[in-house]
Antibody, heavy 124, light 108 residues
């Protein structure tokens, strides 16, 4: 079964840091770019970051550029998101998602596999 | 940044009726790089349509997508009880990829 499982969410104070992880299974992880998409409580979807299959191409939304860092470990079939200098407005469910097509380098694609999400709450 | 506007905000319909959802882009979406997702409360979104009109794996044929340029449509031919949800469009033609604000399809 194709599956993405996120972990690492929690409550953190403004200015703090958190590292999210995503474990992939059931498909050839090294063939796909991966992404993080977030959804604030009661709000819509916002793309956060993308990383190509070999980590050569990395993209960020302006709202997180300079604060968040995406990475992957293909040997462990895992995706990560290191979030620094967290703000109240970063509060959201964070989804790990897979590109529809293989080997996309542009950071632009639809998303066909989604994890269940992990909640990040930034509050004092 | 391409802004996507979805309308109507809410659609109140009965099971068995057809639904037409609209997504308008602030500028042309090249290569028909537009997708539609369905999201139910407490669940992750599910991809329905990509490339404006290609159904994703396992999606029933009552869901169809059409459109090009700045105007796109998601059509649900006959609503089943499980189709009542929020629907989002997404453009992935230019960076940053963006989502619409959603259309809620509710039971009348």
């Amino acid at each position: 079964e194709v599956q993405l499982v996120e972990s690492g969410g929690g409550l953190v104070k403004p200015g703090g840091s958190l590292r999210l992880s995503c474990a992939a299974s059931g498909f050839t992880f090294t063939s796909y770019s991966m992404n993080w998409v977030r959804q604030a409580p009661g709000k819509g979807l916002e793309w956060v970051s993308s990383i190509s299959s070999s980590s050569s191409y990395i993209y960020y939304a302006d709202s997180v550029k300079g604060r968040f860092s995406i990475s992957r470990d293909n040997a462990k079939n895992s995706l990560y998101l290191l979030m620094n200098s967290l703000r109240v407005e970063d509060t959201a469910v964070y989804y790990c998602v897979r590109d529809v097509k293989q080997l996309v380098l542009t950071g632009l694609d639809a998303f066909d596999i989604w994890g269940q999400g992990t909640m990040v709450t930034v509050s004092s | 940044e391409i802004v996507l506007t979805q309308y109507p905000g809410t659609l109140s319909l009965s099971p068995g009726e057809g639904a037409t959802l609209f997504c308008r882009a602030s500028q042309s979406v090249s290569s028909r790089s537009l997708a539609w997702y369905q999201q139910k409360p407490g669940q992750a979104p599910r991809l329905l349509i990509y490339g404006a009109s290609s159904r994703a794996t396992g999606i029933p044929d009552r869901f169809s997508g059409s459109g090009s340029g700045t105007d796109f449509i998601l059509t649900i031919s006959r609503l089943e009880p499980e189709d009542f949800a929020v629907y989002y469009c997404q453009q992935y033609a230019s960076s940053p990829q963006t989502f619409g604000q959603g259309t809620k399809v509710e039971i009348k």
